[in-house]
């Protein structure tokens, strides 16, 4: 989930524009937003505020992510302290994603042990191990074993796919599509994030249903989704920094087309996942109401990220800064121009 946010004092120096597709559109979900959303979001915001080090400029760019909004529409029916659990873990996944966009693979593999050893109840010494620590302690205190397991394995995942892209960035190499397409789906941290579905909704749902190839094929669909239409929403910003971490930057480098053409590439492809979603759910088997019941409200989770994660996509800033709520209307951007020196994060892992 890559990201800075983009000024008006640049917007105007470009000349060119490209043209997002309308995914919002095609996707169908039901929109639903957790009533508790403003008071969990301002807590967590001085959660994660009052233990970084951030400089005041990377703290106006936290403030303008609105990773509570993104926790309240993907757990819309959480409790508020299931949902400001969540909103802890949006904010501080965003917070670990730009620190290891910064770092090379051994510093990336120290944040991973240090991370994951936490989660193992080992004693944290960095800010982000303490973060983790006071958010892993009220995960634990409710969630399912299995819900429990899989978000570990998906953090496990998660610094796996960080250390890899660490090294790309450091060769400069690119990888080919389908290596990317893996890679992808694990630097998302959406596998962490469907984990909390489970969480936020008291959810106990058996490991063999996890197992089902429907199931893990909706998930599929699901992560591809949200982190495809991610790289064109934060394409622009990534190109300028010189970050080629993002699907349009590889099918630009492999298939010789024009950027445009790319966007309109990974767009249909996102479209693709809506329907591949949507194909699935119809094949979905039966396991009798103890488990149906409970794998509907994780289906509908998922429901609620896809859509979800569009629609925050034009109310975060950290896309289109201000100009969001335009973009979204016209769905054109102007090409922002390389930076010419992108200068070291200043959080502090």
Same mark, same amino acid.
């Given at each position: 989930?890559?990201? &800075?946010?983009?000024?008006?004092?640049?917007?105007?120096?470009?000349?060119?524009?490209?043209?997002?597709?309308?995914?919002?559109?095609?996707?169908?979900?039901p929109?639903?937003?957790?009533?508790?959303?403003?008071?969990?979001?301002?807590?967590?915001?001085?959660?994660?505020l009052?233990?970084?080090?951030?400089?005041?400029?990377? @703290?106006?760019?936290? @403030?303008?992510l609105?990773?509570?909004?993104l926790?309240?529409?993907?757990?819309?029916?959480?409790?508020?302290?299931?949902?400001?659990v969540?909103?802890?873990?949006?904010?501080?996944?965003?917070?670990?994603?730009?620190?290891?966009?910064?770092?090379?693979?051994?510093?990336?593999?120290d944040t991973?042990a240090?991370i994951?050893?936490?989660?193992c109840?080992?004693?944290?010494? &960095?800010?982000?191990?303490?973060?983790?620590? &006071?958010?892993?302690?009220?995960? &634990?205190?409710?969630?399912?074993?299995?819900?429990?397991r899989?978000?570990?394995?998906?953090?496990e995942?998660?610094?796996?796919?960080?250390?890899?892209?660490?090294?790309?960035?450091?060769?400069?190499?690119?990888?080919?599509?389908?290596?990317?397409i893996?890679?992808?789906?694990?630097?998302?941290?959406?596998?962490?994030?469907?984990?909390?579905?489970?969480y936020?909704?008291?959810l106990?749902?058996?490991?063999? !249903?996890?197992e089902?190839?429907?199931?893990?094929?909706?998930?599929e669909?699901?992560?591809?989704?949200?982190?495809?239409?991610?790289?064109?929403?934060?394409?622009? !910003?990534?190109?300028?920094?010189?970050d080629?971490?993002?699907?349009v930057?590889?099918?630009?480098?492999?298939?010789?087309?024009?950027?445009?053409?790319?966007?309109?590439? !990974?767009?249909?492809?996102?479209?693709?996942?809506?329907d591949?979603?949507?194909?699935?759910?119809?094949?979905?088997?039966?396991?009798?109401?103890?488990?149906?019941?409970?794998? @509907?409200?994780?289906i509908?989770?998922?429901?609620?990220?896809?859509?979800?994660?569009?629609?925050?996509?034009?109310?975060?800033?950290?896309?289109?800064?201000?100009?969001?709520?335009? !973009?979204?209307?016209?769905?054109a951007?102007?090409?922002?121009?390389?930076?010419?020196?992108?200068?070291?994060?200043?959080?502090?892992?």
């Amino acid at each position: 989930m890559p990201a &800075s946010n983009m000024t008006s004092n640049t917007t105007s120096s470009c000349s060119q524009w490209i043209l997002l597709p309308d995914l919002i559109s095609h996707c169908s979900f039901p929109l639903r937003r957790n009533p508790h959303h403003v008071l969990a979001s301002a807590e967590s915001k001085l959660w994660l505020l009052a233990q970084c080090g951030l400089n005041e400029e990377k @703290r106006k760019t936290f @403030r303008g992510l609105k990773g509570g909004l993104l926790a309240a529409i993907g757990y819309p029916l959480a409790g508020y302290d299931q949902l400001r659990v969540c909103c802890d873990w949006i904010n501080l996944l965003f917070h670990l994603d730009d620190i290891c966009d910064e770092m090379g693979d051994e510093e990336a593999i120290d944040t991973a042990a240090e991370i994951i050893g936490v989660l193992c109840e080992t004693q944290p010494t &960095s800010i982000v191990g303490r973060l983790t620590q &006071s958010f892993w302690s009220r995960v &634990s205190s409710t969630a399912s074993p299995g819900a429990q397991r899989r978000f570990i394995e998906g953090l496990e995942l998660f610094f796996s796919a960080v250390v890899q892209q660490a090294k790309h960035r450091q060769s400069n190499d690119i990888p080919d599509l389908e290596s990317y397409i893996a890679m992808r789906r694990d630097t998302s941290g959406c596998k962490t994030c469907f984990a909390l579905i489970e969480y936020a909704n008291d959810l106990d749902i058996p490991d063999c !249903v996890f197992e089902n190839a429907v199931v893990r094929g909706m998930e599929e669909a699901a992560n591809d989704i949200i982190t495809w239409s991610n790289d064109i929403y934060s394409y622009n !910003v990534e190109q300028a920094n010189g970050d080629t971490h993002n699907m349009v930057a590889v099918i630009r480098a492999r298939e010789s087309l024009s950027l445009q053409q790319a966007i309109d590439y !990974v767009g249909t492809l996102c479209v693709q996942c809506v329907d591949r979603f949507q194909a699935l759910q119809q094949l979905l088997p039966s396991w009798g109401p103890e488990i149906d019941v409970p794998l @509907r409200a994780y289906i509908d989770g998922l429901g609620d990220w896809m859509i979800g994660s569009l629609v925050w996509s034009f109310e975060t800033e950290r896309y289109f800064g201000h100009a969001a709520p335009k !973009v979204r209307a016209t769905l054109a951007v102007p090409i922002l121009p390389a930076r010419k020196e992108v200068g070291p994060t200043e959080a502090t892992a």
